[in-house]
């Protein structure tokens, strides 16, 4: 009965609605599968991206994109899942070094406030409290040049593909306060209302009913005040 139930209502319905391309719907999947580990769905799905065309680095950009909110071991073990996959399908693909250790922190920190301002546009002006530490406010730039400076302006995949990725993963994991902020991003970057929702409806078999109905509960709120 699961199986029937799977069958028709994930891939006969809502891998077949138009508001998100197969690419995008693939990307969500592979998100969600990273951060909440699950390892044998992932390498399937891997899979299934190959055979939708995603290339080897896309893929390999959307497990990167998931270390700041899983983690780096949850990265890792997921880009061995990919890596086997590569194999076992005879491709042959090295990723490309992007990062350049050499670079000038400060640079690397415009670089991420940039792409952070970009993305957020006046949300990412809005100050947040002040910390009370140091570790805190250092906290805060390292954020700002690894997180924005350094995953979020790699190649391979788009800013749209960044913030589904983004978003994926945040109603995964049940981040009400960071999804809020990243659905204002989305917003301010042209996916519609509707492309926004479509993200959480194809979570939905993925990470449970009320993890879903948690993130269109906010999803509204930020609509209403727009």
Known sequence: DLHRIAGEALFGSVWTRPALTL????????????????????????????????????????????????????T??????????????????????????????????????????????????????????DAEREFSRLTNEYYWGSVWTRPGLDLTSRSICTLSALIALGQAGPLRSHIKGARHIGLSQEEVVEVMVHTAFYVGLPFVRAAMDIANEVFRAE
């Open 76 to 133: 890792y073990n997921a880009l061995a899942i990919a890596k086997d996959v590569f194999d076992q399908r005879g491709i042959n693909f090295t990723p490309p070094s992007i990062f350049d250790p050499t670079e000038d922190p400060e640079n690397l920190y415009q670089r991420g406030l940039a792409r952070r301002t970009e993305y957020m546009g006046g949300e990412s002006q809005v100050p947040r409290s002040q910390p009370v530490t």
């Open 23 to 74: 690419e995008y719907r693939e990307m969500i999947t592979l998100s969600v599968l990273t951060v909440l580990e699950r390892d044998t769905q992932l390498k399937r799905h891997v899979g299934n991206a190959i055979n939708l065309g995603l290339s080897p680095d896309q893929i390999v950009e959307v497990l990167i994109h998931m270390a700041f909110y899983r983690g780096v071991p949850a």
